[in-house]
């Protein structure tokens, strides 16, 4: 597990108790309806909520990476980041945001003009040669997630010999190439959902430590997700409880970072993780 600190805008941001991501959605389209601010309005009840609540950092994203989800024109998932970030640091100035974009005009614009401390890519940097350039000159931290395919074709027919190995390797081959550009303050992302089946989702949970290969720190986003939701039989808007479980596993397992919908219950969950963890025999 990774027990060290990466540098968010000058100031060293310490991993070693896990931290949440609250997830603001500048989209309709999003998966679970209950992240989505398409107004202003939404924005700064659901900002105000997720600081209010806890959050570490605040995930903005405005291109919906669901499943068969249409394609937005850069222009329009600019304009709507420029709206939804404008109302954010009204309402929580000093909060560490990232931006959940695979494009590196998008990353830059809210790096420059809206301090983004942190860029979510999806595609790792594959979608966008320009990306890391952009990661290398404004020296801020990058969460690398693995997909197989894109949002519009990853659930199509995702197939593995073995899915936490080939993650590990396509990992791997990303962070030397950010090494290569002087980038060290990497993020990893297995990618959960992103091109894989219920199988391959609990596979990769099950032996997440292997991720401990790196020595960086982890994300998941394992939040209402479809291996919650369809395991189950219910729905995204009844997935919290199994999030919860599966949020007390993934922390068991190493994880650095809960990207998540409901910022109270998974501060609740870490602090009860680390509660336990006083009474562990190494």
């Known amino acids: 597990m990774f027990t060290g600190t990466i540098n968010v805008h000058g100031e060293l941001l310490d991993l070693s108790i896990p931290k949440v991501m609250g997830i603001v959605n500048f989209t309709p389209d999003s998966f679970f309806d209950g992240s989505r601010t398409p107004t202003e309005q939404q ?14 950092i605040l995930d903005v994203g405005a291109y919906s990476s669901r499943p068969n989800a249409d394609d937005v024109p850069v222009t ?3 304009q709507r980041l420029k709206r939804g970030l404008s109302v954010l640091r009204k309402v929580a100035p000093n909060a560490i945001v990232s931006v959940d974009t695979f494009r590196a005009d998008v990353a830059k614009m809210c790096i420059e003009e809206f301090g983004v401390a942190i860029v979510n ?5 594959d979608a966008d040669t320009g990306m890391l350039e952009v990661i290398s000159h404004a020296r801020v931290p990058y969460i690398i997630m693995h ?18 190995k ?14 290569e550009h002087e980038v060290y303050d990497v993020i990893l992302d297995p990618g959960f959902g992103f091109g894989k089946t219920l199988e391959h989702n ?3 949970l099950a ?10 720190p982890l994300l998941v986003g394992l939040s209402r997700k479809s291996m919650v939701y369809k395991m189950l039989g219910t729905s995204p808007s009844e997935a919290l409880n199994g999030t919860t479980v599966l949020h007390t596993l993934a922390l068991s397992k190493g994880a650095n970072i809960l990207r998540v919908h409901d910022v109270k219950e998974a501060v609740e969950t870490i602090r009860l993780c680390q509660a336990l963890k ?3 025999f190494e």
Request: negative net charge.
């Open 166 to 179: 080939e993650v590990i390797a396509h990992l791997a081959e990303k962070v030397a190439r950010l090494h």
């Open 207 to 216: 032996r997440l430590e292997a991720f401990d290969i790196f020595e960086l």
């Open 202 to 204: 609990f596979e990769l």
């Open 278 to 280: 006083k009474y562990e």
């Open 43 to 56: 924005v700064e009840e659901r900002v105000g909520k997720l600081v209010e609540e806890g959050a570490d």
């Open 76 to 78: 329009e998932e600019m």
């Open 121 to 125: 890519d999806i595609s790792g940097g």
């Open 147 to 164: 997909m197989q395919g894109t949002p519009q074709t990853m659930q199509q027919n995702p197939q593995y010999d073995d899915v936490v």
